[in-house]
T-cell receptor
Framework: RKEVEQDPGPFNVPEGATVAFNCTYSNSASQSFFWYRQDCRKEPKLLMSVYSSGNEDGRFTAQLNRASQYISLLIRDSKLSDSATYLCVVPPPYNTDKLIFGTGTRLQVFP | DTGVSQNPRHKITKRGQNVTFRCDPISEHNRLYWYRQTLGQGPEFLTYFQNEAQLEKSRLLSDRFSAERPKGSFSTLEIQRTEQGDSAMYLC??????????????FGPGTRLTVL
């Protein structure tokens, strides 16, 4: 089983839609979880950290389910500018600086 | 520009040649990381430094790969006897961190390597 697994997509949604991505992780002892965003041909950038049961930042909500070992990212009121690849990141518990990325989920928002 | 910079941005080489990439982190950052990303995949961790000390190396980093950060500032990643399978985007990131606390990693634009 891969350490971090994501549905690669693509998810094609209209502007204004709500879309959710899931990510599963294999190490039940992991304590830190992140979502990074990567635009086409650009470097990854931190979108959100998920340290406890979840958090919200504007239109973006991240949730953590430790029992089922998955995290989710919900995007409400999608904008064209949200089109990107969303990377789930779960470092190992012994080293939170060693980022383990999923394959990423590609989102395309259309007018 | 005070972000992470990488040079060159693109490198095309023939199989068997050696290549070297450079990363200049954000100036006050003490940690520096190297990742590799192939098409359709997320970045894969290769190695990282705290100041000049190399703290961890991935199994992906074969003996043809070597990374240095001699003065705790910029870093170089060298690949000897390149193979076509080395073709990828090589990403560098930096952060400021103490002990085991996690701090945001800031990525550079990457060096795209093509091995013919």
């Amino acid at each position: 089983r891969k350490e971090v697994e994501q549905d690669p997509g693509p998810f094609n949604v209209p502007e204004g839609a709500t879309v959710a991505f899931n990510c599963t992780y294999s190490n039940s002892a992991s304590q830190s979880f992140f979502w990074y965003r990567q635009d086409c041909r650009k470097e990854p950038k931190l979108l959100m950290s998920v340290y406890s049961s979840g958090n919200e930042d504007g239109r973006f909500t991240a949730q953590l389910n430790r029992a089922s070992q998955y995290i989710s990212l919900l995007i409400r009121d999608s904008k064209l500018s949200d089109s990107a690849t969303y990377l789930c990141v779960v470092p190992p518990p012994y080293n939170t600086d060693k980022l383990i990325f999923g394959t990423g989920t590609r989102l395309q928002v259309f007018p | 520009d005070t972000g992470v910079s990488q040079n060159p941005r693109h490198k095309i080489t023939k199989r068997g040649q050696n290549v070297t990439f450079r990363c200049d982190p954000i100036s006050e950052h003490n940690r520096l990381y190297w990742y590799r990303q192939t098409l359709g995949q997320g970045p894969e961790f290769l190695t990282y430094f705290q100041n000049e000390a190399q703290l961890e190396k991935s199994r992906l980093l074969s003996d043809r790969f070597s990374a240095e950060r001699p003065k705790g500032s910029f870093s170089t990643l060298e690949i000897q006897r390149t193979e076509q399978g080395d073709s990828a985007m090589y990403l560098c990131a930096s952060s400021w961190g103490q002990a085991i606390e996690h701090n945001e990693q800031f990525f550079g634009p990457g060096t795209r390597l093509t091995v013919l």
